[in-house]
């Protein structure tokens, strides 16, 4: 049963860098068909930020372009998200996901906060 557990939120001011890790367990990250970074902002719907593919593949929402980064490392079997040139919009819950086709599994969530 795949497992995942974020880390590397915290307050950062604005301008400011953070990178997220996403640590699985129960498969490996490679051949899980899509692994994505979500986020969640009060009052709003929780929206992909960005995605890797089995294959090394990536994509981004146009407003993080640029600005964040997904990669990941099979040897620790965890998916980052370095997060550069933050700003106060960017506050949220992210929230890792491991697509597996039939399903999607989540973590918990980490707050980043980014102070203006």
């Known amino acids: 049963q795949v497992q995942l557990v974020e880390s590397g939120g915290g307050l950062v001011q604005a301008g400011g860098s953070l990178r997220l890790s996403c640590a699985a367990s129960?498969?490996?990250?490679?051949?899980?068909?899509?692994m994505g970074w979500y986020r969640e902002a009060p009052g709003k719907q929780r929206e992909l930020m960005a995605g890797?593919?089995?294959?090394?593949?990536?994509n981004y929402v146009d407003s993080v372009k640029g600005r964040f980064t997904i990669s990941r490392d099979g040897a620790k079997n965890t998916v980052y998200l370095q997060m550069n040139s933050l700003k106060p919009e960017d506050t949220a819950v992210y929230l890792c996901?491991?697509?597996?086709?039939?399903?999607?599994?989540w973590g918990q969530g980490t707050q980043v906060t980014v102070s203006s």
């Open positions: 890797i593919s089995s294959g090394g593949a990536t």
């Open positions: 996901v491991a697509n597996l086709g039939y399903r999607r599994v």
């Open positions: 129960g498969s490996s990250i490679l051949n899980i068909a899509l």
